[in-house]
């Protein structure tokens, strides 16, 4: 059984079928039999086309009608069908010849960022699980080996699942803005699963975090560790956070974008970085380049991340450092169900398919 997406639109555009082949292995992959996948954004934008750039709004689940250039996460043109899904835990069933045989029965995290080792710019040809090529909405998956990672841990498939596409990137947004003890971040998006990321990376740095989100979500948002939070429908946004913070910011970890960004920008202090990963609330913002070049601000996109940054987060796993915060919990064939509800917004942390 696998998800097909099959064109371009909403969860109408997701096809489950019983009559996949098993994915064939290279000699330098191996084959896992998928049983937890989660639900990203990436999933969501690839259906709807937001990446392609004829589209200027915020995310959304119901498609933006025919897309003049259907792009991929790596901003490739588009072929379906495709199975997506890029955060798969499971259980490797078989290697090429090239892989570790060693590898056979154990319990994985596989890394969605497929990197081209022979490229000399490897993140020119980077691919990415699910969306340039097929991913885990399925009960077998097919990936390179060195992105697979075992992991020695109590956690369940579920909790497992909720890890590799959010977490690796909140570690890569905090790892390339430098966040360091005693300094403070804002987090926008602060429920979705890259914002509950970054809250608990950043506290395990030791800095003061400042979630926005919205004023339902607070209490589930202060769980996950944040030190304070606004209300994203504030207007004095930039002041408030400047009086908790007793003073500019030195990180804005951003994943909305939108309407926001012109007065979050400004609560940076001098020498301050933005970084960013993502616009659900919209990719087209006001930015006075004035309060970028005279602040001194530097600014970081994330999407393709060193080898090392997975590594590390395996690591916050197997020594217990980290905890998964679970949204909502579907079987495979409830795929549109459960991608209508994560377009909803109203959960906090990751949702997770069950493969069976």
């Known amino acids: 059984m696998a ?15 019983h009559d996949i082949p098993v994915p064939k292995i290279g000699e330098d992959e191996v084959l896992i039999r ?17 990446y392609s750039k004829s589209v200027t709004a915020a995310t959304s689940s119901k498609g933006f009608g025919e897309i003049e250039d259907e792009q991929t996460w790596g901003g ?3 072929y379906f069908p495709r199975i997506q899904g890029a955060d798969v835990c499971g259980i490797v069933v078989d290697v090429g010849k090239n892989a570790d045989s060693g590898l056979i029965g154990r319990r994985v995290l596989v890394d969605p960022c497929i990197r081209d080792t022979k490229s000399e710019n490897w993140r020119d040809n980077a691919k990415y699980l699910g969306s340039e090529i097929n991913g885990g909405f399925a009960q077998y998956c097919s990936v390179p080996f060195r992105n697979t990672y075992p992991v020695n841990s109590e956690m369940t498939d579920i909790e497992l699942a909720s890890f590799p596409c959010s977490w690796a990137t909140a570690e890569h947004m905090l790892t390339r803005s430098r966040l360091g003890k005693g300094q403070t971040l804002v987090v926008t998006g602060a429920s979705g699963g890259v914002g509950t990321a970054l809250i ?3 506290k395990l740095r030791e800095a003061y975090v400042i979630a926005i989100t919205s004023s339902e979500k607070f209490d589930l948002v202060k769980d996950c560790g944040a030190d304070s939070v606004l209300d994203r429908n504030e207007k004095e946004l930039k002041g408030n956070i400047i009086e908790l913070a007793q003073g ?4 804005l970890a951003d994943v909305a974008g939108g309407n926001n960004f012109a007065q979050l920008f400004e609560a940076i202090t001098k020498g301050g970085c933005y970084v960013t990963a993502g616009a659900i609330a919209g990719p087209i913002v006001d930015l006075d380049l004035r309060t970028l070049y005279l602040n001194d601000i530097e600014m970081h996109g994330c999407t393709v991340y060193e ?28 795929i549109r169900q459960a991608q209508e509800e994560f377009s909803k917004k109203q959960h ?8 069976d």
């Open 248 to 251: 500019p910011v030195d990180v």
């Open 3 to 17: 998800v097909q997406l099959t064109g371009n639109g909403g969860p109408e555009k997701l096809s489950v079928q």
């Open 76 to 78: 490739e043109k588009f």
């Open 200 to 202: 608990q990376l950043a």
């Open 307 to 334: 080898p090392s940054v997975f590594k590390t987060l395996i690591e916050y796993i197997e020594d217990e450092r980290v905890k998964p915060i679970i949204g909502g919990v579907f079987r495979l064939e409830e």
């Open 348 to 355: 906090v942390g990751t949702m997770v398919l069950i493969v």
């Open 34 to 50: 998928v049983k937890t996948c989660g639900i990203n954004n990436t999933d969501i934008n690839t259906r709807v086309g937001w």
